[in-house]
């Protein structure tokens, strides 16, 4: 059997494969994880376990689990692997053939600009709450990801595994020595960010709006080795058929991923929120009362739990804090923080 037949082959067993929805991210997305895991000499059964995710799941490509708890996985290998980079490392050696429907859709496309242009009109359908954008820049073009779930807070090993995921695709039409021009994170700089350098061959900046990578145009017009349009045709229905059902995050929800995505910017008002999801200031209060919540205490709720882990990060320092969480002045930040947790910042690290 020749390369081609093999990966249309694997393509159909994707295809075959019993699911009953798409509940928020399917399941292709964790392909090698428990071996990936078991690799940095992590436990693969603890980590599920206090992640809520059934293993049988992991191992039925087109079955799905809650993003919530994708992203918990992935946090919670590297903690207790001990490994800072897994959700870096994990992307490196992240194959798109073995991303099921999703991966197919961009390996069967005729070139890596087709490839680019499939994947981010069909990963909606893939992922769940989740934005990403193709942006021309004129001369390259840039890829933009960004989870927009109210429930997750800390996601930065999601990013750096997607942002791989998207790199090994462009590779499959470029070859394995393509490097993008740069890359974009929105959390803040890692201890050691000159592995991201290293990962990726090229610039690496955080605390950016989004998670980007940018791709020169003169690769664009590279075929796709494994092209097929009978097969792409294919992919796209079922992977449309899997998404029947919604994932339904509450309002509160929606505004809390609203708030992480305009927080890099500064304090965002609720006239910026409002009008960012399509409604009144009062409708939308009306419809948060009707949750038993107020846009402020949901402010409030993002910025705590956003602080409790950036002071995990001893290398971040409690300045930067502030002004990733909106504040203009480490003073008010200060405040805050010490009517979340009863002592400053600076003691708290210390604890």
């Not at 799941?57 to 919530?68: E, F, G, M, R």
């Not at 890692?190 to 610039?203: G, I, T």
């Not at 494994?226 to 045709?233: C, E, G, V, Y």
């Not at 991923?257 to 939308?284: C, F, K, W, Y």
């Amino acid at each position: 059997m020749d390369m081609l037949s093999v990966h249309n082959h694997s393509a159909m067993q994707a295809l075959t494969q019993h699911s009953v929805g798409n509940q928020g991210v399917l399941a292709a997305a964790a392909t090698g994880l428990s071996t990936f895991i078991t690799q940095q000499g992590g436990d693969i059964d603890r980590i599920l376990g206090r992640s809520g995710v059934n293993p049988e799941i992991l191992t039925q490509p087109t079955s799905s689990l809650k993003l919530t708890h994708y992203c918990q996985v992935l946090e919670q290998a590297a903690q207790q692997t001990g490994c800072d980079h897994f959700g870096l490392y994990y992307g490196q050696q992240f194959m798109p053939q073995h991303l099921g429907l999703i991966g197919y859709i961009g390996l069967c496309s005729a070139t890596v600009h087709q490839a680019l242009v499939n994947v981010v009109n069909a990963f909606h359908w893939h992922q769940h709450d989740t934005f990403m954008q193709l942006v021309n820049l004129g001369d390259a073009v840039r890829v933009d990801y960004q989870i927009r779930h109210g429930g997750i807070v800390v996601r930065r090993q999601d990013a750096e595994l997607t942002m791989g995921m998207i790199v090994n695709l462009v590779r499959q039409g470029t070859g394995k020595t393509f490097a993008p021009r740069m890359l974009h994170f929105e959390h803040a700089s890692p201890e050691s960010w000159h592995e991201h350098c290293k990962v990726f061959d090229a610039p690496v900046y955080f605390s950016q709006p989004f998670n980007s990578v940018v791709i020169e145009k003169a690769y664009l017009t590279r075929v796709m080795p494994n092209a097929d349009p009978m097969l792409l045709s294919l992919m796209t229905e079922a992977l449309q058929r899997l998404n029947v059902s919604q994932t339904g995050q509450s309002l509160s929800e929606q505004v809390r991923a609203h708030i992480q995505t305009h927080l890099v910017e500064g304090e965002p008002e609720l006239d910026n929120i409002a009008d960012s999801m399509g409604m009144s200031r009062l409708t939308l209060q009306r419809r948060l009362k009707a949750e038993h919540v107020s846009y402020r205490q949901l402010l409030e709720n993002v910025r705590r739990d956003l602080a409790s882990h950036y002071l995990q990060q001893s290398h971040l320092p409690i300045t930067e804090m502030g002004l990733l969480l909106g504040y203009s002045e480490t003073s008010a930040f200060s405040r805050a923080f010490r009517r979340w947790f009863g002592v400053s910042p600076r003691q708290y690290r210390c604890n």
